[in-house]
C-alpha cells in the first residue's frame, strides 16, 4: 500500500514538472491538423483554376512529416550535448 502511494505522488510530480511539453505537444498536433484539414484549398492556392493534386499534396505533406522528424532527431542530440535555450533561441 505504501508503495502505491510513493508511486502515485511521483506521478503527479512529474506530471506537474513536464506540463509544458503536453502543451507544446497539443499546439503541434493543431498545426498539424491544420494544415492536413486545409489540403484542397493549398492546392487550389498553389494550382489555381485546375482539380486538386492529390499525389503533388501528398509529397508536400511526406516532405513536411519525415523533416519535422529528422529534424527532432537532430536536435535532440544537440540540445542534449549543448545549451537548450542557445539552440531554440537560433532555430
Do not use: C
Not at 502543451?23 to 498539424?32: D, E, K, R, T, V
Not at 484539414?37 to 487550389?44: A, E, F, K, T
Request: a negative charge.
Amino acid at each position: 500500500m505504501k508503495l502505491e502511494v510513493e508511486l502515485n505522488e511521483s506521478h503527479q510530480s512529474y506530471n506537474k514538472l513536464i506540463w509544458p511539453v503536453y502543451l507544446l505537444n497539443g499546439f503541434n498536433s493543431i498545426a498539424f491538423a491544420g494544415i492536413i484539414i486545409l489540403m484542397v484549398p493549398l492546392s487550389s492556392l498553389i494550382w489555381p483554376g485546375e482539380d486538386y493534386h492529390a499525389l503533388e499534396m501528398g509529397i508536400l505533406m511526406t516532405t513536411l512529416l519525415w523533416t519535422s522528424s529528422l529534424s527532432g532527431l537532430f536536435l535532440g542530440r544537440l540540445i542534449d550535448k549543448y545549451s537548450r535555450v542557445k539552440i531554440l533561441l537560433i532555430n
